[in-house]
Every structure is written in C-alpha cells, then in structure tokens.
C-alpha cells in the first residue's frame, strides 16, 4: 500500500518497471568496484527506452537486474508492485549473444516458454507460428538454429520471449553483431512489432543513431560508476527517417554528451 | 577414398614385413611371432568350431552389461554433480579417491566378493568406465552455456525444468565422449578381468592359447578386440557427430 504513491506517473500513466536509488558494486581483486550509482527511473506501460552509455558503463548489469538475473546493492526494483527477486516470464530478455537452444528447431525454440508453461503441443505451436510469422520466418519453422544467419537468430530470440505475452522486453544490444543493413531492417522490425503488440520495451545500446531511431525516451548513463547524466524524450514520428535535421542534430548532442564521458 | 589409402599404407606395410619376416626368410619362428598365414589358419579354426564366435559374444555381452551399468549410475550422478555444487562437495573426496585406482587392482575383490564368472566382469568394467562417464558428464553440465540457463529461466522455466530441458541436452555430447572413452576402458577391463577371473571371452581366450604356445590364437583374439574397439569408436564418433551443438 506504501508503494502507491510510485504507482503513477505525472501523466498518470501506467509504470510498469521502479527503479529506486540502485547502486551495484562488484568486488574486483579484493577492492569494490561501483559500476552504477544512485540510478532513479521509471518507465511506463507502452514506453520503448533506450539507455546508452559508453562500454561497460554497467548496461548490461542494469538490464540484467531488471530481468531479476542479477541483484542491486542497494536500492530496489518493482516490476508494477512487486520487487523484482527473479527472472520471470513477465521479464522476456533478448540477449547480446545467440542463446537459441541448438538443439531444438526454430519452431521448438520459440514454443519453449509455452511448453515450459504447460500447453498443450497444439496450442503451443499455434501461438509460436504466429509470433514466427511476425518476424518473417515462417518458411524456417523446422531448421535448426545452425543453419540461421545472425539477423535471423536474433528474429527467433525475440519471437521466443514475445511469444510469452511479458509485461516488458528487456534487449541488450541484440543487434549489435549484425550489419548496418540488417541491423536497419531488424530496428524497423522491432518498432513495428512493438506498435503492433503494444509492449514495453527497455532497449540497451551504444549505439546513439539505434537509440534515436527506437526510443520514446533515450536515457544516458555516463562511465564508471555509470549514473544517469540526461534524458532525451523523442518525440519523431515513427518509422524515423535518420537524416532529417531534427534526428541528426539529437544524435549530434547526444553523441557529443558521451565523447565527454570518454 | 584418398584418406582410405592412406590410412591403408601402414598396416599393410606391417602385414608385408610381418610375412618377409616370418615365412620369406624365416629370421622369427613360429613360436615367437606366428607369420600372417597361421594366424589366418588359426582365425579359420576358431571360427569353424565356433569359438570365436562364442567369445567375442561373451565379451561384447560383458562389456555392453558392464557399460549400461556405468551409464546408469555415472550420467545420472554427474549431472547432479554438475548441477548442484552441494552435491559435489559431498561426493567430489570419494570420487577423488577412488578414481586413481587402476581397474585391474579390482580384481581380486571382485572375485573374492562376487566369484568368477559375469558378476565380477561387470564390476571391474563398471570401475573402469564409471569414472569417464561420470566426469564426462558433470564437465558437461557444468560448462553448459550460462546465457542457455538465463533465457531458460527469463522465459519462465523452473530450476527442474532448466535442468532438464536446459542442462542435459546441453551436455549430452560430453556425455557421448564420456560413453565413448567408457568403451575404450570398458574394453580393456573386460579382457584384463577375463584374463584373470574368467573362463570363456576373448581375454581368456588370448591367454589360454598363449599358455598353450597357440599364438597365432592368441594373435586373432587380439585383433578382434582391436576391430570391436575400433568399430565402438566409429559408432560413438558418429553419434558425436550427431549431437555436436
Ligand atoms: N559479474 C561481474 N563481476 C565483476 N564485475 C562485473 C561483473 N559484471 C560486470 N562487471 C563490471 O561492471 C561494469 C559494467 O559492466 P556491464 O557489462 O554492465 O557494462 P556494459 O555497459 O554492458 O558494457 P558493454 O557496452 O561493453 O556491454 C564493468 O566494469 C564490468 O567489469
Ligand atoms: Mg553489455
């Protein structure tokens, strides 16, 4: 009851994800090491967010508590009213790395939370089917991951955890090791499905232009200990063309925000 | 094909100095190395009056036995080992321990415990190949991929389900390897028990013509368990193959 004066924003919108004054300190070689301080953010139902910040400025470890796969400090995190104390289905996680289970087939991967849940195969491959047709991979329902390219892998990653129906999707640079086009093709993808299913999604990037092109809202965390230096609301209407004047010179501030970090 | 060639040239270099050697210029005699001929003469009596059949069958039989007992109890306990470092801890001393003790140094127990016959083969071999299962296995475990277990359970798997759905097929090509060096020491500890707690099977076999100056006896059973050896490592590379994620 105490946490309902956190329930609403200022435009009394929905929050689905509290962040409260977190702090997260590793121990390294005997000295404790701070790699986020004091971070303060709400995010809100609907919202896509994006934080930047240079290399290992702690996006990964901010995204990762959220997810509830790693622990603050100090500091607390509520998912709606609960304090987040473990991964949940509500949390789905598009990671940096493949982690498409190599051997199940495209289809089977996708259908793991569902199955996990205990559906019935039938009902279980249906939902997976649809979410496989949303990000155009219909045709590869029965190959094996190995046989995907990067692009595509990462199509079924977010196809695996979209298909869970979460309250947020959590993506830590799940683009970063593709091509400038694929890269593109992926982002207007993701802004599609995201209109469309109506999630919330909290998106980590170094990548300034990614950041822009995505977002509602582009927080910016500075290095070591990372902290939130600025937030950038993002009001372009989607799909975003990247050399309009506005876009370029938002990329432009931001970009010069973080090369003083470095 | 070019590899098969390849492979070829050495042991039909062997089996050509092997002939010069004993039958073309007679330098070693009979008993001390029997040339190719004999030992085909022998290969031929064995398999007529169905010796040989008989014990390679016995021994396969051993070694599958003793093997499926290994599985049974080093997979499941490696992947507890792997998995849970409480249950590691509690067993990892004794496992430590016992590891080190050659197979053969079994025998006299297995014989004292369970006699000669089927009961102490399948121990001395489950001695044997337990421990590569088994190590196999928690290795498996224990370097499954973590970012496999974390989207396991963001996307709402139970620490079970993980388990299950996650760690064991993430390891199942260690536990592959594992099977396939089980069958190597398998193998060898079915011959070596045979040879000592036995009567019948290809170790007894080796030994028995030996006593008998029948090497070229002795020579065929050797081979037999050079061609079973290699054909479980064939068979073993391609189910390696088959699971290699
Ligand atoms: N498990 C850990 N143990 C010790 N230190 C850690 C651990 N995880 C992260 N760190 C440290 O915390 C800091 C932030 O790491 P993090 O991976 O969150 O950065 P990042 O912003 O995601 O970087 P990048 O853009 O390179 O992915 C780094 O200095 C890193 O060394
Ligand atoms: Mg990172």
């Not at chain 2, 016959?117 to 088994?134: D, K, T, Y």
Request: net charge neutral; proline share 4%.
């Amino acid at each position: 009851m105490c946490r309902l004066s956190f329930q609403q924003n200022r435009e009394g919108g929905e929050l689905v994800i509290t962040l409260e004054n977190i702090t997260k300190s590793f121990i390294q070689e005997e000295k404790e090491h701070t790699s986020l301080q004091n971070i303060n953010l709400n995010v809100n139902k609907g919202e896509f967010l994006c934080i930047v910040g240079p290399s290992g400025c702690g996006k990964t470890t901010l995204l990762r508590m959220i997810a509830g796969l790693d622990f603050p400090t100090n500091g607390r995190i509520f998912e709606g009213e609960t304090e987040i104390s473990c991964p949940s289905r509500e949390r789905g996680y598009v990671f940096q790395q493949y982690s498409l289970f190599p051997w199940r087939n495209v289809l089977d991967n996708i259908a793991f939370g569902l199955e996990v849940k205990g559906l019935e195969e039938k009902e279980r491959y249906q939902k997976a089917r649809k979410y496989l047709k949303m990000v155009g991979l219909s045709q590869y329902e029965s190959s094996s991951p190995k046989e995907l390219s990067g692009g595509m892998k990462q199509r079924v990653a977010i196809a695996r955890s979209l298909v869970n129906d979460p309250q947020v999707l959590l993506m830590d640079e799940p683009f970063s090791a593709l091509d400038v086009q694929t890269r593109h093709k992926l982002q207007e993808e993701l802004v599609r499905i995201w209109s469309e299913e109506q999630k919330t999604i909290i998106f980590v990037t170094h990548n300034v232009d990614e950041a822009i092109f995505l977002a509602d809202r582009v927080v910016v965390l500075s290095h070591g200990p990372g902290k939130i230096i600025k937030t950038f609301n993002i009001n372009l209407n989607r799909i975003r063309d990247r050399s309009t004047p506005e876009f370029l010179n938002l990329k432009k501030e931001i970009t010069s925000l973080l090369e003083i970090e470095l | 094909m070019r590899k098969m060639f390849i492979s070829l040239i050495l042991p039909v270099s062997v089996i050509i100095i092997w002939t010069i050697l004993t039958t073309f210029t007679g330098l070693i005699p009979s008993y001390f190395l029997p040339s190719p001929s004999e030992v085909l003469q022998s290969f031929e009596t064995l398999l007529m009056n169905g010796q040989l059949v008989q014990d390679t069958s016995l021994t396969l039989m051993r070694v599958v036995l003793g093997l499926t007992v290994s599985a049974l109890v080093g997979i499941p306990l490696g992947i507890l080992m792997g998995w849970s470092n409480a249950v590691k801890d509690f067993s990892s001393l004794m496992v430590g321990i016992i590891r080190p003790i050659p197979p053969i140094a079994w025998i006299p127990f297995a014989i004292l415990w369970f006699g000669v016959g089927l009961e102490s083969a399948i121990f001395i071999i489950f001695v044997g190949s337990v421990f590569p299962i088994l190590i196999n296995t928690l290795d498996g475990v224990k370097r499954v991929d973590k970012v496999l277990l974390e989207s396991a359970y963001t996307l709402g798997a139970s620490n079970s389900q993980v388990l299950l759905k996650v760690a064991v097929p993430a390891s199942l090509p260690s536990v592959v390897t594992g099977l396939k060096v089980g069958v190597g020491v398998g193998l060898m500890c079915t011959v070596a028990a045979e040879m000592i707690g036995s009567s019948s099977g290809l170790g007894y076999l080796i030994f028995t013509s030996t006593s008998m100056l029948d090497t070229g006896s002795a020579i065929v059973g050797m081979l037999t368990i050079g061609v079973i050896g290699l054909c479980a490592d064939y068979l073993f590379s391609r189910i390696e193959k088959e699971v290699s994620w």
